[in-house]
């Protein structure tokens, strides 16, 4: 690897490292295989571990074995789908509100045929149905109701189209809605995935081939709003590939994928948010991603949203992660050089984002993971490397959340000479945080969607973070330092506060602020006075004027400045 990417490595290991830790890490190997990799993954609402993973019979095919391991560790019960002469694939996983469990198997020998199941919490299989339009059948995605599951399904015979299925809590065949293959491969109409958007209505996301020729270069998207019932309510679409997709706390969708540039002859990443109705709001590329770009990862957390593909160029190989807002605007990133590879992020309930990312050690031709930590701010936190059950290769490939703010990674791991392949599981306990309720007071309004400046700060270092408050006040930030910090918190129109914390991951404070600093200064004073004073009588949205947050300048906001007369910020 070139120097200047050992460099960069070596300064990510050294910020922020030592604020998490790994809780514990297992290695899975079932006996008598001859290897066992990692498909799909879920935690339950216990926190508990769910891992379909495959595992090669002697027999020379593939079964499938399910695990559960507790939040402390335990492996719960392991269960195996297997069948002679049969190889069997997990395709996709949903937990349902009662810790029940669906799974999603392809069997496939000189047919493909789907399986949906359910299984019990404590591992006991409920029921399996089969699912045979085709030649060709493998599900998509899984989505759990308290009434059953949903189902994306992909079929066909010399072309590929797709289906949503619905199937109740008993196993019972609801729905049944099919959007017929083409006669030709080069018309495969391949499902991305599926968001429920409301109680009603799932948005449905495939790709499809370009209408105007039979050899086209590049996918558009087709975006299909479908009821329950079967009815295409809106069609849109869309001229690029999408690959990932991700629904914002407002309901709105960020869509990430790859459109093809003809005059480069490569595929250039981009980015395009949508509100439920399918209205874009923008689109824009990842400008930092030059080369031919792969769409690795996409995240939301509230509006923000974190982004990591890989490029190739002429000269250099890169993955590129980038950081945003609501308003498409780059607020943080970094660009990797070297091979690396994105491979899943979570966000956090601390306002932060999780990602892993794969790295190829060039001196040892062999992959180790490493997680990064970003806050929704967009700054990095510090790096955890996450290598260490094997001398060999461990390739990461799940990312999941997990109890306290934490996070399951999960990795296939080589046991060496023998190349013999097990699960590596490791749970890590995420950066230190704050959280709590900030008071705003005499503020009428929700404080939700206000934004508080919060300053750490120990003897040689300073973290300064800004996060966006929720509804009542409820905050939560992490930063990178730990251990007995000054804290202060501000909010714009509200004296700050400033107090010592001994802070760790899950610290809790609450604050009360002052509220009639109408300047913004720090201070109640003759400026705020004459500031609500000359807007005496007015009105508006968000005027810094009107302190109560009523809509209207008046006597309550004029008596806010003077019972507060006088008072100045920490």
């Known amino acids: 690897m070139r120097a200047t990417s050992l460099t960069l490595v ?23 295989s001859r290897g066992c990799l990692p498909q799909v993954a879920a935690v339950d609402n216990a926190g508990n571990l769910l891992i379909a993973a495959r595992y090669i019979m002697d027999a020379g095919h593939f079964a499938v074995v399910l695990l559960k391991y507790s939040p402390q560790g335990d492996l719960l019960w392991a269960r195996t789908i297997s069948q002679s002469e049969q190889s069997h694939y997990a395709e996709a996983i949903a937990v349902a509100p009662d810790d029940s469990f669906y799974v999603a198997i392809t069997r496939a020998n000189t047919d493909s045929l789907a399986y949906v199941q359910r299984w019990s919490a404590d591992g006991t299989m409920l029921w399996s149905t089969e699912i045979n339009l085709s030649t060709y059948d493998v599900i998509r995605q899984l989505q759990a109701r308290a009434s059953g599951v949903e189902v994306l399904h992909a079929y066909g015979s010399g072309g590929v189209g797709y289906a949503r299925l619905i199937y109740d809590v008993d196993g019972n065949a ?3 809605h099919l959007f017929p293959f083409p006669q030709t491969l080069t018309q495969n109409c ?17 790709r ?81 991603a030059q080369g031919d770009a792969i769409p690795d990862v996409l995240i939301a957390l509230g509006t923000n949203w974190l982004v990591g593909g890989n490029a190739e160029s002429l000269v ?25 590879r994105a ?34 701010d967009g700054a990095l936190l510090g790096t955890t490397p996450l290598g260490g059950l094997s001398q060999s290769d461990e390739q990461p490939e799940l990312l999941l959340n997990a109890p306290d703010g934490g996070v399951y990674a999960i990795s296939t791991v080589n046991q060496g000479s023998d190349n013999m392949v097990g699960v590596g599981i490791l749970r890590v306990q995420p950066p230190p945080s704050l959280s709590g309720r900030i008071t705003l007071r005499d503020y009428l309004a929700d404080s939700v969607g206000k934004t508080a400046h919060i300053t750490f700060q120990n003897d040689s270092q300073t973290d300064i973070a800004t996060t966006t408050l929720q509804s009542g006040g409820r ?44 300047n913004r200064d720090n201070r109640v004073d003759d400026a705020d006075l004459l500031m609500v004073l000359f807007a005496f009588g007015q009105s508006g949205d968000n005027r810094p004027e009107d302190l109560n947050g009523d809509g209207s300048i008046d006597d309550a906001d004029l008596l806010i400045v003077l019972f507060n007369f006088g008072s100045e910020g920490e």
């Open 10 to 32: 070596l300064t990510l290991l050294l910020q922020g490292v030592q604020a998490q830790s790994i809780l514990w890490s297992r290695l899975y190997l079932l006996s008598g």
């Open 174 to 176: 609801l729905a049944q």
């Open 190 to 206: 391949s499902p991305v995935g599926m968001i429920r958007l409301d109680a009603s209505t799932t948005l449905l996301m495939v």
């Open 208 to 288: 499809v081939p370009d209408p105007d020729g039979i050899l086209q270069s590049w996918d558009q998207t087709l975006l299909q709003w479908l009821s329950d019932s079967g009815v295409v309510l809106q069609a849109l679409i869309l001229p690029f590939r999408v690959e990932r997709y991700a629904q914002a706390g407002d309901g709105s969708l960020y869509l990430l994928g790859s459109r093809w540039d003809p005059e480069a002859q490569q595929a250039r990443l981009q980015l395009t948010r949508l509100t439920p109705g399918g209205t874009l709001l923008w689109e824009r590329p990842i400008e930092n």
């Open 316 to 340: 250099d190989r890169m993955t590129v992660i980038e950081l945003g807002g609501a308003d498409g605007m780059r607020i943080g990133g970094q660009t990797l050089n070297g091979v690396y």
């Open 343 to 376: 491979i899943g992020g979570v966000a956090l309930p601390i306002n932060a984002f999780a990602l892993l990312i794969g790295q190829l050690m060039t001196n040892a031709e062999r992959w180790k993971p490493f997680l990064q930590w970003w806050r929704a």
């Open 475 to 518: 905050y939560a930030v992490a930063t990178m330092l730990t251990g007995m910090l000054q804290v202060r918190i501000s909010v714009p129109g509200w004296l700050s506060k400033r107090r010592t914390i001994s802070l760790t991951q899950g610290t809790t404070a609450d604050w009360v602020l002052t509220n009639g600093d109408a």
